[in-house]
């Protein structure tokens, strides 16, 4: 047990409230190890049981100024001093400032527009209704591995996990998949995989199944988040630009996960010559609290007519308040630190790779992180229950960390993270590894949750 951890884990008192969680909170949700949160700060948590953890998970990406920031609070609490909501029927001053600074921020080279909403999913959600009602075209590619979210329009896109669509079919019509780039795990053998999948919309599907005329838009993560931290070959993004010109189709980044700082620069699309027509955004934005943002190219946006689309709580005051003290802490100095810890952290990450052979690749941007496990690096069979077993040890030893992909695990600390915090994770990680690989390995999942 490391210093940290004071009781044999989940301790009593976690144990005790999942025990009432069962009876009454679905069991639909994909919990991967048993941490009770009862409060935090920076980058640390404490369990309701006194245990700190360093917290690598950070939300899913959603803590980017670190748990509880002062000034992401404060300026909560001035907000919610003066009123709690509106609704998106009138106007505030929050809302149109936080529009202001977004659309400055925006990667697109021209004027920008924003939409409110309170999630990812509702982002895309919106994202794909725009690109329906302006193109008046009614199909989409996406792409396999991709993770938009878990509403009916959304969903059709999501295809990281097996279980997401599996029971809801039918989903939206219209989507097609292609594969998402990946020259660790070529699909198309002896090319590089990014032309490859241009050449597979192009000459395969665009000549023989869906007509590209008809198609509103091509929806892709820069950076593929829950299909496993796949990062987009340089060129591919620029490729994808190139085929929606030629065919009049839209571009939509979805920088849910990877924007807001999290890759080094605050979008993750500015790491590409690659200008995309909508962004959709959310996690990082609210630093916790739940606001999600479609940024879209006004000669687009300005196309929706009153009442085309809208919602109840899009740009709540509350919500606007933190997106603003967020965005002035990532432009003031958390995008800039989590390019530099980033830079850190990856050579650290690769400096054990150098001693564990079950680490097959090491990849991401900033402080989007990850290394995939494999059985060896001859085969690089995915090892997904040593995935399991390893962030179960990290959480026995205090680190809390998250997967995606088959067999990968992903960094995504809050963006004020230190190399020392680095350094703490990374001792806990190495543990983690060491004992997982030292016990007999759990069950496989043959349909991972
Ligand atoms: N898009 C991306 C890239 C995501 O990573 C996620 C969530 O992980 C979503 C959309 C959906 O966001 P939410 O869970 O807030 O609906």
């Not at 924007?259 to 080094?264: A, N």
């Not at 689309?309 to 740009?315: I, L």
Request: overall charge neutral.
């Amino acid at each position: 047990m490391t210093k940290h951890i004071k009781t044999p884990l989940p301790g009593p008192k976690a144990r005790a409230l999942i025990a009432r969680d069962a009876q009454v909170v679905s069991p639909s949700y994909p919990r991967e190890y048993p941490f009770v949160m009862s409060h935090g700060r920076g980058a640390e948590v404490w369990d309701v049981d006194g245990n700190r953890f360093l917290d690598f998970a950070a939300g899913i990406a959603v803590c980017s100024t670190g748990h509880s920031h002062p000034r992401v609070v404060q300026a909560i609490q001035s907000a919610a001093e003066r009123f709690l909501h509106i609704s998106s029927d009138f106007w505030h001053e929050g809302q149109i400032r936080l529009a202001e600074r977004l659309n400055g921020l925006a990667p697109m080279e021209e004027p920008a527009m924003c939409f409110f909403a309170q999630s990812g999913t509702e982002s895309v959600e919106a994202a794909l209704k725009l690109a329906r009602y302006v193109s008046g075209r009614g199909r989409f590619l996406g792409f396999l591995g991709g993770f938009h979210g878990r509403t009916m329009g959304s969903l059709s896109f999501t295809s990281s996990k097996y279980t997401q669509q599996k029971g809801f079919f039918p989903t939206m019509p219209g989507v097609t998949h292609v594969p998402y780039p990946n020259n660790y795990r070529p699909l198309f053998a002896g090319a590089e995989q990014g032309a490859a999948v241009l050449a597979y919309i192009e000459d395969v599907l665009f000549a023989g199944l869906v007509p590209p005329s008809e198609v509103a838009a091509i929806l892709v993560e820069p950076i593929q988040g829950e299909g496993g931290y796949l990062v987009a070959p340089d060129g591919f993004l620029v490729g994808l630009r190139a085929l929606c010109d030629r065919h009049g189709i839209l571009l939509i980044y979805d920088e849910v996960q990877s924007g807001v700082g999290r890759t080094g620069k605050m979008f993750a699309a500015e790491h590409w010559a690659a200008v995309p027509d909508i962004v959709t955004l959310a996690k990082g934005l609210g630093s916790g609290l739940p606001i999600g943002a479609v940024v879209a190219k006004a000669s687009i946006m300005s196309r929706w007519t009153r009442g085309a689309h809208g919602n109840t709580f899009g740009g709540n005051p509350l919500c606007c308040a933190a997106a603003l003290a967020t965005l002035e802490l990532v432009e003031e100095r958390y995008a800039a630190n989590a390019a530099t810890v980033g830079d850190y952290f990856i050579g650290r990450l690769r400096e054990l790779q150098s001693r564990h052979d079950v680490i097959g690749e090491v990849r991401g941007k900033g402080l989007m992180l990850a290394m995939e496990l494999v059985s060896d690096r001859q085969s690089r069979a995915p090892a997904r229950p040593l995935c399991e077993a390893v962030l179960n040890r990290a959480y026995q030893n205090g680190l809390l960390l998250l997967s995606c992909g088959v067999s990968t695990l992903r960094f995504m600390p809050p963006l004020m993270v230190t190399t020392a915090d680095v350094d703490e994770a990374i001792t806990l990680l190495e543990a983690s590894l060491t004992e997982a690989q030292a016990v007999p390995r759990p069950r496989a999942s043959a349909a991972h949750s």
